[in-house]
C-alpha cells in the first residue's frame, strides 16, 4: 500500500529541519479502510480486537505513518510499533517519533536520537467559540488567557492552538516524565506570530530532567481548518 503523492499536500506542518522525516494519511473510518491498512502489513494489537472501528483504524493508519517516517530515516523493519505504557509507542532503538491522528488525517514524525533529545507532534480540529467555553479554565490558565486576547485571537482558536501546544509538549517529554501529567503543569508565556510559535513554561518540576521554569519553543502552522504544533529539542 502506497501513500499517494496528493495525500501529503494538503498537510502544512510546522517548520522543521531536514533531519525530521514526515509521513501523512488520509483515512476513512471504514473496514475497506481497515483491510488496505492490514494488507500493507499492520497488525493490530489484542488489546483492540474489540475496539470500536473508529479506533482500530485510527490507529492503523498512524502506525502506517509512523513506519512510513521511519523507512525515510532509514530504518527498513515492517513490524507494527507497539504500544508501551500509557499507550506510548515504542520506536526502534535509535530513533525518536510521534504520531497524531483524528478527523481522517493521520500524521507521523521521526528522527535520530543522536541528533535530538524530544520530538511530539499533534493535529487539531479547530474549535468553535462554543465549544471551547467550558473547556479554557481546564487547559490553561487567566494569563495564558490573556495572551490570546492580546493577539487578537478567537477563544476557539487560541484555545485550539495551546491545547495542540500542550499535547505537543506532552508526547516530546513522556520519555522524560513517564507519566500523565496536567495541562495546568506547563503555561504559555509568549507568543510569536510571526514565527508561527509560542513558548511554554514549565509551571511544575515533572522530572529531575523537566524542572519548573524550563522553556518549550513550538512551531505551529494552520491548514483546512486544523492546527498542527511541533515541539522539537
Known amino acids: 500500500m502506497q501513500i499517494p503523492a496528493d495525500d501529503l499536500t494538503e498537510i502544512v506542518l510546522p517548520e522543521m529541519p531536514e533531519s525530521i522525516f514526515r509521513a501523512g ?58 504500544i508501551g505504557q500509557h499507550r506510548a509507542p515504542l520506536w526502534p532503538a535509535g530513533s525518536l517519533g510521534s504520531i497524531s491522528h483524528g478527523d481522517g488525517l493521520a500524521i507521523a514524525v521521526a528522527t535520530s536520537s543522536r541528533e535530538w533529545r524530544g520530538l511530539g507532534i499533534d493535529i487539531e480540529r479547530m474549535l468553535t467559540n462554543e465549544a471551547a467555553q467550558p473547556l479554557h479554565e481546564h487547559l490553561m490558565k487567566a494569563p495564558e488567557l490573556a495572551v490570546g486576547e492580546a493577539a487578537g485571537l478567537s477563544l476557539g482558536d487560541w484555545l485550539s492552538l495551546v491545547f495542540s501546544a500542550k499535547e505537543s509538549l506532552f508526547k516530546a517529554l513522556y520519555p522524560f516524565v513517564g507519566r500523565y501529567f496536567d495541562f495546568l503543569d506547563a503555561e504559555v508565556c509568549e507568543l510569536q506570530e510571526q514565527q508561527s510559535s509560542l513558548t511554554l513554561r514549565l509551571a511544575a518540576t515533572l522530572s529531575p530532567s523537566c524542572v519548573k521554569g524550563s522553556l518549550y519553543s513550538i512551531g505551529y502552522s494552520y491548514f483546512s481548518g486544523n492546527v498542527a504544533t511541533l515541539c522539537l529539542f
Open 25 to 82: 494519511l488520509r483515512y476513512s473510518v471504514d473496514a475497506g479502510q481497515l483491510d488496505r491498512l492490514r494488507a500493507s502489513g499492520i497488525v493490530l494489537p489484542d488489546t483492540l480486537a474489540r475496539a470500536v472501528l473508529k479506533r482500530q483504524v485510527e490507529f492503523a493508519a498512524g502506525r502506517f505513518c509512523a513506519r512510513e517516517a521511519l523507512q525515510k530515516l532509514g530504518h527498513h523493519g515492517a513490524a507494527t510499533l507497539a
